[in-house]
Every structure is written in C-alpha cells, then in structure tokens.
C-alpha cells in the first residue's frame, strides 16, 4: 500500500491518496478545493495537483472518502470526480448535519437531507475494498455527529477527531459537536492494536515545528496533550469546552458548511443565473440583532 499526502498551507489540510500497488486502485481523503472568500473566487489548482499526481501513477480511482462535513476547507470531490471518475463517499450520519445545516442556512424543500448527493454511504463497521486491502469504515462521532475514521489495512484515518501528539483533539462546540461522544470515539481509536498508523487530516505545526502528519496509536496514547497517559472523561470534557470557548470560527465556515452538505456541489443558481452562498447572521454568536436598525420592508402593492 503506498500513502502520499498533499498538504494545503492555507487551510494546514492533509488529503492523501490510497493506492493499492499490487492493482493500481487508489482512494483519495478529504480532497481540497481553493477558495478565495475576499473575492469569492473558486480555483482547482490544489485539486489538479492530486489529479496529475494519479495520471502519471496510472492509478484508477474508485472512492473519494470525507471523513465529515469540514468547516475549515472546501471538498473538491464532485471536481475529481468529473475528471477521473470514482464514488464520493461519508457516514451515514450525514442527514443529521444536512437537516441541521439546511435550518441555519434556510434552505428550501429542492436541498435534499437524505444524503443523495453522495454516492456512497458507510455504516459504523462497513468493510470496503481497495485492490486488494481491506478496509474498514469507522464511525468516530464528537467533532462532528457525522464524522468517520477509515481504516485501510494498518492505516488509519482519522479526520479531524485527532491531530498530532502535540496538537491534541478536534473541537466540539459545533452544532452536534459533543466532547463526551468525542472522548468515547478517541478510546475505541486508541484500542486498535498500538502500532496502527495514524494519519491526521491537518496539523497547524504547533510551535513553528515542521510539518507532520503520520503518528501511531501508541504514540497517541502516551503523548496526546488532551489524551494521553491515563486522561479521565471528565478531565477531558473539561477541558475541551473550556478551550472551545475561546475559539474563534474557521475562516471559512459558512462556504465550507454550504457546498460540503452537499457532497462539494456548487448550490443551483438563482433565476439570474448567478450562484450565491449565504451570510446568516449571528447564527455562531454575536450581539442580539434587535440592538441593531435595520431596514424596513418594501411597501407591499
């Protein structure tokens, strides 16, 4: 099995590619599609670097894995897709984020909640193959209720529900986000045999420390900062609504939440046939809107 990872610095994403040397299957993880939010500009530059890298490999693609509805980054899976074929695939807990994420951005009856914008959907203990290895899906909920962990023979892939010994654990306080069911999931991780390979979906290199994006479960289990040693339950919850109280949103939540609920697909144009993406106001906080003027409605004819 050969693992190659393509990171993207403006986000400090991971995506990887899977490739199955034995038959030239290959999965991709969490894939990035650039987005300028200043001027609302989209690019596949990040994208088309996965894309070549596949073509001069001669590998065929057959699954593009999200691991969750990511706040932080773009999905460029329906892009890759279109070019090199292959399934979109995420838990079946998506419907609960998409029914959650349809409420706060207003979305009308046409934005289906039942997951169909996926090809794909695993279940906790689904197994899969790529080539000739096995893997499994796991489902890995705290970060986000949707959130899968893919083990591909003796990798593992984690999503954002564990980052670099030094870094720690996912944030929680997302709609649904929970650090109890966080903790539980981290220890069913942590139980897999100890020289598991980790990989993590980003790493914001704590420390200006270099780059790093592979650790195993043993390495987790002693160094965590949030989990290691012998971290209780309610030190942990403790702890992490404490710091995810004082965290700011990701910079590019609101466009990430609108296209990736719906498995990357730009939302239908308007009748101008321009395509918008939605501000809700104070949604994530933020004064009460009734302190603040605002403009009256037009007169009705």
């Given at each position: 099995?050969?693992?190659?990872?393509?990171?993207?610095?403006?986000?400090?994403?991971?995506?990887?590619?899977?490739?199955?040397?034995?038959?030239?299957?290959?999965?991709?993880?969490?894939?990035?599609?650039?987005?300028?939010?200043?001027?609302?500009?989209?690019?596949?530059?990040?994208?088309?670097?996965?894309?070549?890298?596949?073509?001069?490999?001669?590998?065929?693609?057959?699954?593009?894995?999200?691991?969750?509805?990511?706040?932080?980054?773009?999905?460029?899976?329906?892009?890759?897709?279109?070019?090199?074929?292959?399934?979109?695939?995420?838990?079946?807990?998506?419907?609960?984020?998409?029914?959650?994420?349809?409420?706060?951005?207003?979305?009308?009856?046409?934005?289906?909640?039942?997951?169909?914008?996926?090809?794909?959907?695993?279940?906790?203990?689904?197994?899969?193959?790529?080539?000739?290895?096995?893997?499994?899906?796991?489902?890995?909920?705290?970060?986000?209720p949707a959130c899968m962990a893919y083990l591909l023979d003796d990798a593992l892939f984690v999503g954002d529900t564990l980052f670099m010994p030094?870094?720690?654990?996912?944030?929680?306080?997302?709609?649904?986000?929970?650090?109890?069911?966080?903790?539980?999931?981290?220890?069913?991780?942590?139980?897999?045999?100890?020289?598991?390979?980790?990989?993590?979906?980003?790493?914001?290199?704590?420390?200006?420390?270099?780059?790093?994006?592979?650790?195993?479960?043993?390495?987790?289990?002693?160094?965590?900062?949030?989990?290691?040693?012998?971290?209780?339950?309610?030190?942990?919850?403790?702890?992490?609504?404490?710091?995810?109280?004082?965290?700011?949103?990701?910079?590019?939540?609101?466009?990430?939440?609108?296209?990736?609920?719906?498995?990357?697909?730009?939302?239908?144009?308007?009748?101008?046939?321009?395509?918008?993406?939605?501000?809700?106001?104070?949604?994530?906080?933020?004064?009460?809107?009734?302190?603040?003027?605002?403009?009256?409605?037009?007169?009705?004819?």
């Amino acid at each position: 099995m050969l693992i190659t990872h393509f990171y993207d610095p403006e986000s400090s994403t991971l995506s990887y590619v899977v490739a199955c040397q034995e038959t030239g299957s290959c999965i991709i993880i969490d894939p990035v599609l650039d987005f300028d939010y200043a001027s609302g500009t989209i690019h596949t530059q990040t994208a088309d670097h996965l894309i070549a890298f596949i073509k001069e490999s001669n590998f065929s693609l057959e699954l593009i894995l999200e691991t969750h509805v990511h706040a932080d980054h773009l999905t460029s899976a329906p892009y890759i897709r279109e070019c090199l074929g292959g399934k979109i695939a995420i838990g079946k807990m998506i419907t609960q984020v998409q029914t959650t994420f349809a409420e706060v951005f207003d979305e009308d009856s046409e934005f289906a909640r039942d997951g169909s914008q996926f090809d794909q959907i695993f279940a906790d203990g689904d197994s899969f193959q790529m080539g000739s290895i096995v893997c499994t899906a796991m489902h890995v909920p705290g970060h986000t209720p949707a959130c899968m962990a893919y083990l591909l023979d003796d990798a593992l892939f984690v999503g954002d529900t564990l980052f670099m010994p030094d870094a720690g654990t996912a944030r929680c306080d997302f709609p649904g986000g929970d650090a109890h069911a966080l903790f539980q999931s981290i220890q069913r991780l942590l139980a897999l045999p100890e020289d598991t390979r980790i990989f993590v979906c980003h790493d914001y290199q704590p420390n200006d420390r270099k780059l790093a994006y592979e650790t195993t479960v043993g390495e987790q289990r002693a160094l965590n900062i949030h989990i290691g040693g012998d971290t209780q339950e309610s030190d942990f919850v403790r702890m992490r609504e404490t710091r995810d109280a004082e965290l700011g949103m990701p910079a590019l939540i609101l466009p990430s939440l609108q296209l990736n609920m719906r498995a990357g697909l730009i939302p239908a144009a308007e009748e101008t046939d321009r395509i918008f993406l939605k501000v809700p106001i104070n949604r994530f906080g933020g004064i009460s809107l009734n302190k603040l003027p605002k403009e009256k409605p037009s007169a009705q004819s």
